[in-house]
């Protein structure tokens, strides 16, 4: 599944970087509150559309993600880049990071997912997709 994620990027970024696993920076520029908010939302998105395509029950739950979830998480990591600061590498780095952070024991965290989706949703109908 982290891989998958990781593919969604390639949306965005080259195949070369979005194929790789994420290398993390030692030093990675910090993320707005803003930047951070939409970047995790768009890596539940891609999560949540993982399972969906699957016919998982748990994702299924929850209203169709693709395509307005995918836009979401390309126009998020192009705002993103429009920072100097926020090189194609540096992306996958925070992609990564949210991943893992919604991750126990190797499996996506439901229960974390199920916390956040509501004020993602909200922001995805917000954002006019």
Do not use: W
Not at 20 to 34: I, R, S, V, Y
Not at 65 to 91: L, Q, S, W
């Amino acid at each position: 599944m982290t891989r998958s994620l990781i593919l969604l990027a390639a949306l965005v970024l080259p195949a070369s970087l979005a194929a790789q696993e994420t290398d993390t920076p030692a030093d990675l520029p910090a993320l707005t509150l803003e930047q951070q908010t939409n970047l995790r939302c768009g890596v539940v998105f891609g999560i949540v559309d993982g399972y969906q395509s699957r016919n998982d029950e748990r994702a299924l739950a929850y209203p169709t993600i693709a395509p307005r979830g995918r836009e979401f998480f390309v126009r998020t990591t192009a705002k993103i880049m429009e920072d100097e600061r926020f090189t194609r590498p540096v992306i996958v780095s925070h992609v990564g990071r949210q991943m893992a952070s919604l991750e126990t024991d190797g499996e996506h965290d439901f229960e974390a997912i199920d916390e956040i989706m509501p004020a993602c949703l909200s922001l995805l109908d917000a954002s006019g997709l």
